[in-house]
């Protein structure tokens, strides 16, 4: 009997659902029909699109598709697909992680929300903002041309911060994301930053309806998501997860409760680290290979990067990593 592959299962956040993935549930989707029909009556009883209505849009709309209650769930859809066709018979999945909004997924993917309940975090904490969208998030490079860690830039972003405050701003490092600081805050601390951050190819680069995520900003919509989502859709995960900290989930150990408290309480108003999910995923679980969930491949450079700290299987530079691509491929993007 040929032995399984180890794989640490990765979940994409809001940006991964574009204009070059638009009909992905069309093109991956025909063997999640029922999951699909669950969704759509679900969203449709709230007068919402329907995510099969969404995705085959004739053009893809960034009005329409990148609303947070848009986004969210026919990501989710699209990811669960995906999630849906690894072969179990050739791949062992011994954990399950994600960036922002993946992390949700994560729980849904894992097992530690139930059927019911992975439409209801996912699409509750993406409709938060239906009225009004709470600050911004915009992104920005700390490291050179080879994916190494440039400490110059790392410290002009730090100043950059500083004197944003300095200008009343509120801006906080949202999420750590291998080679690129995400920056959150409100407008006049975003607007400070992308004056004053040096240029660099295209960036700093404001997210489309993106708002400032893990950041103290969004302390009022984690209590409302605490008076809205119930506890009762949570309960231990069938395998590992890895959160916003490095911290691991396991089966036997999980309290449904502090979950549940991180989840819609530290996840949402401290910083994400995404490097640390995904070094933790390599040196704690050793796998064979990374899978990446599509739509897209929105962090497939961001994983690369995050190997390229780690020396992981010797990969020390952007050329490395993608000559390992090339000939025996670690990370393995399902939305390519």
């Not at 940006?15 to 549930?25: F, P, Q, V």
């Not at 502090?258 to 108003?269: I, K």
């Not at 390599?282 to 780690?310: T, Y």
Request: overall charge neutral.
């Amino acid at each position: 009997m040929q032995k399984k592959e180890r794989i640490v299962v990765i979940c994409p956040g809001r940006g991964s659902y574009t204009s070059e993935t638009l009909g992905y549930l069309k093109k991956h989707g025909s063997g999640i029909g029922e999951f699909i029909a669950d969704i759509d009556q679900r969203r449709a009883k709230l007068s919402e699109p329907t995510i099969s209505e969404l995705d085959n849009a004739t053009s893809f709309s960034p009005s329409l598709h990148t609303k947070g209650e848009n986004a969210s769930t026919l990501i989710y859809a699209c990811s669960y697909a995906d999630f849906q066709s690894i072969d179990r018979e050739k791949y062992e999945i011994v954990a399950v992680t994600g960036n922002s909004m993946g992390w949700y997924l994560a729980l849904a993917f894992a097992g530690a929300l139930d059927w019911a309940g992975g439409f209801e975090v996912i699409n509750t904490m993406g409709s938060m903002m239906k009225d009004k969208i709470i600050g911004g998030q915009l992104i920005y490079p700390v490291m050179d041309g080879d994916w190494r860690e440039n400490p110059e830039l790392i410290e002009t972003v730090r100043l950059a911060v500083v004197k944003a405050r300095e200008a009343g701003g509120q801006v906080y490092r949202s999420i750590h994301l291998g080679g690129y600081a995400v920056i959150g805050g409100d407008s006049v601390g975003l607007n400070h930053l992308m004056k004053n951050l040096p240029k660099v190819e295209h960036y700093p680069f404001q997210l489309i309806n993106h708002a400032a995520f893990h950041t103290p900003l969004l302390r009022a919509t984690s209590q409302r998501a605490f008076e809205i989502i119930s506890e009762s859709f949570f309960r231990r995960p069938k395998v590992p997860m890895i959160d916003g900290r490095g911290k691991i989930w396991q089966p036997f150990s999980t309290d449904v409760q502090d979950l549940y408290q991180y989840t819609l309480g530290h996840q949402v108003c401290e910083t994400y680290d995404f490097t640390k999910a995904i070094t933790v995923a390599l040196k704690e679980f050793a796998p064979d290979k990374l899978f990446l969930l599509g739509p897209g491949n929105s962090l497939g450079g961001a994983i690369g990067q995050i190997l390229v700290a780690n020396t992981w299987h010797g990969i020390g530079s952007k050329a490395d990593f993608s000559a390992r691509q090339k000939s025996n491929s670690f990370l393995v993007s399902m939305g390519m």
